[in-house]
């Protein structure tokens, strides 16, 4: 994986169709998707149960390009190698999810895969300021971990206090829940470079017919780049 700052469409295959998550990634990357976006949920940490380690290393075959988990787990340490060896090019965890959170991001980069640390709606961007040099990525939660479809959170104030801190260090800003073509701007001009969107992209679609992905995806990068589409 290279490094660039410029605006990436990831995604969520939670708001894809369960029984054809293989053909959902193939059908989302060939419509113009940058990432595939993997909500992994344990019923714990968050009050929503998804999917674990398993069905990750059964789409990795379908998923050409970059494999992003977010893990909304605790603990998150004990599955590490699991989801690595399942294929993940990123392992985002939560911050909250333990006291340990820079043992958990050494674990994950040790295992070979990039870092990520994503942080709920109310901890502050400060929570991350010592583990800038340790990580790849920083997610954004814009809605409270657990559900798609959720109204987005305006957090503008905290992306931008990131992408300042973050300087010229090679760490992404990712932002995830209720992003789509009117949100998208906001978080863009903040700083963002990664948007995770999950129901603006897959609505209206299905895998027999995939084009509206293709149109949802263009809104969306359009919008972020000031090109209303
Ligand atoms: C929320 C998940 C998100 C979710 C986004 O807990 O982490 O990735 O799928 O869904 P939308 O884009 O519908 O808010
Ligand atoms: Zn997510």
């Given at each position: 994986m290279t490094f660039d700052r410029s605006i990436k469409i990831a995604p969520s295959i939670l708001a894809a169709d369960f029984a054809n998550f293989g053909a959902e990634c193939a059908a989302a990357e060939a419509e113009g998707a940058d990432w595939i976006h993997v909500d992994v949920m344990d019923g714990h940490f968050v009050p929503n149960i998804s999917f674990g380690p398993s069905t990750c290393a059964a789409i990795r075959p379908h998923i050409k390009g970059v494999m992003d988990v977010h893990l909304m787990i605790a603990p998150v340490d004990p599955y590490i190698d699991a989801f690595a060896d399942a294929g993940a090019d990123i392992l985002t965890a939560h911050i909250e999810a333990g006291p340990h959170i820079h043992r958990t991001v050494q674990a994950i980069r040790g295992a070979d895969v990039k870092a990520g640390v994503a942080l709920n709606p109310g901890t502050p961007a400060s929570a991350v300021e010592d583990l800038l040099d340790s990580i790849d990525l920083i997610c954004v939660m814009t809605v409270n971990?657990?559900?798609?479809?959720?109204?987005?959170?305006?957090?503008?104030?905290?992306?931008?206090?990131?992408?300042?801190?973050?300087?010229?260090?090679?760490?992404?800003?990712?932002?995830?829940?209720?992003?789509?073509?009117?949100?998208?701007?906001?978080?863009?001009?903040?700083?963002?470079?990664?948007?995770?969107?999950?129901?603006?992209?897959?609505?209206?679609?299905?895998?027999?017919?995939?084009?509206?992905?293709?149109?949802?995806?263009?809104?969306?990068?359009?919008?972020?780049?000031?090109?209303?589409?």
């Open positions: 971990p657990g559900f798609g479809g959720q109204k987005f959170i305006d957090l503008t104030a905290k992306i931008r206090a990131l992408r300042k801190m973050i300087g010229d260090r090679p760490v992404h800003i990712e932002i995830d829940g209720g992003v789509d073509a009117t949100t998208a701007p906001l978080v863009a001009k903040a700083g963002a470079d990664v948007l995770v969107a999950g129901s603006a992209v897959f609505r209206g679609g299905s895998v027999t017919n995939p084009a509206p992905y293709g149109e949802n995806i263009r809104a969306i990068r359009a919008a972020a780049m000031g090109t209303y589409a």
